[in-house]
């Protein structure tokens, strides 16, 4: 079965600091990887999209790598600030798997002032 | 642009009550989607549909029926609601599925704001 994971599940830092979340995922055929933010009670945020043919993507003070051979992508935020405190979810699609995107656990990021 | 709507926001059902969640998207997208949410497990998929009048099941489609009448709107029905069936259930569209210039795909999904469900 594929998967998607995620470490932390949780991770505390002070306002300020550089962090990077981890995604891993078990099959290297992947068409897109896509990085979302929830906020409590709320809806999911696309933040970025990397295609399978692209090695990273950039949104303001977010950048996300993608290495498929390995198959990891990391989240860099730089300079966190407390209103980034929320849950960020890794989702892959993989090729074999038609439209569907398989998540990850998610992150819950905690950015303390 | 609303983007993707959900209604209801919230439901409170009987077990053996049937319900309709209704999704409707403005962006014009051909393909939408109903996830669900539950602590522990994540999204998973329940069903999507690649066009108008078509649909297909995803990891969890049991207990659901869904249909596709008009290119906006995905609807996700619950005949004889479950305890199990508790959740936040998430509606989502995008594009299909088109290659990127030198392979990948560019399909970013678009989630709505989710309908609580509880089962009593």
């Known amino acids: 079965k594929q998967e998607v994971t995620q470490i932390p599940a949780a991770l505390s830092v002070p306002e300020g600091e550089n962090l990077v979340l981890n995604c891993s995922f078990t099959?290297?055929?992947?068409?897109?990887l896509q990085w979302f933010r929830q906020d409590p009670g709320k809806g999911l945020t696309s933040l970025l999209l990397?295609?399978?043919?692209?090695r990273e993507q950039t949104s303001g003070r977010l950048n996300a790598s993608l290495d498929k051979s390995s198959g990891r992508s990391t989240l860099y935020i730089a300079a966190s600030q407390p209103g980034d405190s929320a849950t960020y979810l890794c989702?892959?699609?993989?090729?074999?798997?038609?439209?569907?995107?398989?998540f990850g656990g998610g992150t819950r990021l905690m950015v303390k002032p | 642009n609303a983007g993707v709507t959900q209604t209801p926001k919230f439901r409170v059902l009987k077990t053996g009550q049937s319900m309709t969640l209704l999704c409707a998207q403005d962006?014009?997208?051909?393909?939408m989607y109903w996830y669900r949410q539950d602590p522990g497990m994540g999204l998973r998929l329940i069903h999507y549909?690649?066009?108008?009048?078509?649909?297909a099941k995803g990891e969890v489609p049991d207990g659901y029926n869904v249909s596709r009448l008009k290119k906006q709107n995905f609807l996700l029905g619950l005949e004889s609601a479950a305890p199990s069936q508790t959740s936040v259930y998430f509606c989502?569209?995008?594009?299909?599925?088109?290659?990127?210039?030198?392979?990948?795909?560019?399909?970013?999904?678009?989630f709505g704001p989710g309908t609580r469900l509880t089962v009593l």
């Open positions: 989502a569209s995008s594009y299909s599925l088109v290659s990127g210039t030198s392979g990948g795909a560019y399909n970013e999904q678009f």
């Open positions: 989702a892959v699609m993989f090729n074999n798997a038609g439209n569907m995107l398989t």
């Open positions: 962006m014009n997208h051909e393909y």
């Open positions: 990397i295609q399978s043919s692209q």
């Open positions: 099959d290297s055929a992947i068409y897109n």
């Open positions: 549909s690649v066009g108008e009048g078509t649909t």
